[in-house]
């Protein structure tokens, strides 16, 4: 008895004993936060895995990436319009006038520690960013992953696209050299053209008339302070949704609306995540430091009366230089004003061509009139008319990208750049619709293979005869978790209007917006946009005999 109560005291100081350091962090966190719950919950969340997700990865590790750095450059960088006389380490451009902007820009290339390496990485880093949101959107939109619940994130992802495209603006205007200053100029064009009002927000924005003193020191708050802080505030709530609803994942085996098949957040897909952060930035440092871009020593200073040659901005505003570049200058003059019709409808344009990009989700959910959750996504090929849309725009990107480097193009492949700018002119209107066309009979022949290969079997090499000599090639029926892939999606009939007087004979009312809503559904989800899947008879009157030679 005695030696068993011993046993228990001992036991008992033991549980006494004072918990550790980490154990009281940690209690006193739980107390008031309830984090121990809430890991318990979330910490094994499935996550499913395919490469393609690696994308959203690479944005928000180049988000990353561009503060770490941008926080760098802000110790050094003086954002002022003020007029200096250089004498610095860059001998070529001694006694040259130039700001204060400029010249804090080449001591940080050729005075500060590492300076220009960060320079680049921050540069390289803006590139990739907006790169892999594009390639990231566009992978959402082929594979139908904006659908319910996810409609908002999509508006999260398109609006950090749009502030990525102004805040790339800004930083590559804030060094003020002669590239960077021409980029200036061009936008000061676009706004003058805004009929009435035009005038009075480029006297706002550039404190007087163009180039003033104040753009710089407006341009570096918005660049380092009000943009990176709403854009960090979305990407915060983009990933608070992707937790909340979960990824999306691909068809197959085992995998539907409410099963998720994938690894669990801890410890694999964190583990996983931190070391393709430090991958994504070794990239971006060796790309900074191999791969020149944007040497501003090269153009010198800003000046309104000189223009570099091959001005171009970063491949992501091309879009809209080549509108402007590609437009007829035509203009209208009443009233003793001016409209600059040739300035003014490109410069609208792209706000609206990025519009549609951003509603496009609600739009199908109204065609389609689907309110159910998907969270399985579509094969790019089942939905033909979504999949030329997507490549009719990266078509009409591209050739607008080719409109705003045209002199490039032209002096590189020694061309005549009237030719270039005609050429992107007429493929403006053609080359979309070629690109869908293409596309959606690309699909179709995609969704036909399908239906034979699930119907006959693969192609297995083998050539047989038959007892009439008729040689054919032996088929191998597919496996289970392939037939479920190939076959799993829907093909949901198109909205019809229905009968347009009902049994008493009343015509019914039809409004425009049901027509249309009915016109848009039999384009998108007609007998002309899809390959009936193979039914279970006939799969089964193929396979039940010699059909599969």
């Known amino acids: 008895m005695d030696g068993a109560r011993s046993a228990n005291e001992t036991v008992t100081s033991a549980r006494r004993e004072p918990p550790g350091k980490g154990e009281r962090v940690a209690d006193w966190a739980d107390g008031r936060l309830g984090l121990y719950s809430l890991a318990k919950a979330n910490m094994r969340k499935v996550f499913p895995d395919h490469w393609s997700f690696m994308l959203g990865e690479v944005c928000l590790y180049s988000f990353l990436i561009l503060i770490l750095t941008g926080i760098y450059l802000t110790l050094f960088f003086e954002p002022s319009g003020v007029e200096v006389i250089y004498h610095g380490s860059y001998t070529p451009l001694n006694g040259v006038p130039m700001t204060r902007a400029y010249e804090s820009t080449l001591d940080i290339s050729f005075d500060v520690r590492g300076g220009l390496l960060i320079r680049q990485i921050h540069h390289w880093a803006a590139v990739v960013f907006i790169a892999g949101m594009l390639i990231h959107m ?5 594979t139908g992953a904006f659908r319910k619940p ?10 950090l696209l749009f502030l990525g495209i102004i805040t790339g603006l800004t930083g590559y ?8 200053g021409t980029g200036i100029r061009f936008a000061d064009g676009a706004i003058l053209s805004v009929p009435i009002v035009g005038t009075y927000l480029s006297m706002f924005l550039f404190g007087g008339e163009f180039p003033g003193h104040d753009i710089i020191s407006r341009l570096f708050p918005i660049h380092v302070l009000l943009l990176p802080g709403i854009m960090l505030g979305l990407v915060v709530a983009h990933l608070i949704l992707v937790f909340y609803h979960k990824h999306t994942q691909y068809p197959g085996p085992g995998r539907d609306q409410k099963t998720v098949v994938g690894m669990p957040f801890l410890p694999v897909y964190m583990a996983k995540a931190g070391g393709f952060f430090f991958l994504v930035f070794g990239v971006l440092t060796i790309m900074g430091g191999v791969a020149s871009i944007n040497p501003v020593w090269a153009f010198g200073p800003y000046r309104p009366d000189l223009v570099t040659t091959g001005a171009q901005p970063d491949w992501y505003l091309g879009f809209s230089e080549g509108l402007i570049r590609v437009m007829p200058g035509w203009e209208l003059n009443f009233w003793g004003h001016t409209l600059e019709l040739g300035v003014f409808i490109p410069f609208s344009l792209f706000p609206l061509i990025m519009l549609a990009i951003g509603v496009y989700p609600f739009i199908e959910a109204w065609i389609t009139g689907d309110k159910r959750e998907h969270h399985i996504l579509d094969r790019p090929r089942n939905m033909p008319v979504r999949t030329g849309l997507g490549v009719a725009w990266l078509s009409l990107y591209g050739v607008l990208l080719i409109g705003g480097g045209n002199d490039v193009v032209a002096t590189h492949l020694h061309l005549s750049i009237n030719v270039i700018t005609w050429f992107v002119r007429i493929s403006f209107f053609v080359m979309p619709v070629v690109a869908f066309l293409v596309t959606k009979r690309v699909c179709m022949g995609l969704q036909r293979r399908d239906r034979d290969k699930v119907l006959h079997g693969r192609e297995s090499g083998t050539i047989k005869r038959l007892p009439h000599g008729e040689f054919v090639e032996v088929h191998e029926p597919l496996e289970q978790d392939q037939l479920f892939t190939l076959t799993q999606h829907e093909q949901e009939p198109p909205y019809e209007i229905g009968p347009l007087v009902d049994a008493n004979g009343v015509r019914r009312q039809v409004t425009v917006s049901q ?5 848009l559904s039999k384009a998108m989800f007609g007998s002309e946009s899809h390959i009936p899947k193979p039914t279970v008879e006939e799969y089964r009157e193929l396979t039940s005999g010699d059909h599969h030679h």
């Open 173 to 180: 205007s804030l060094p003020d050299d002669l590239l960077s």
């Open 138 to 142: 566009m992978r959402v939109f082929f």
């Open 150 to 159: 996810r409609e908002l994130n999509w508006l999260f992802g398109w609006t």
């Open 515 to 519: 027509r249309v809503r009915a016109q």
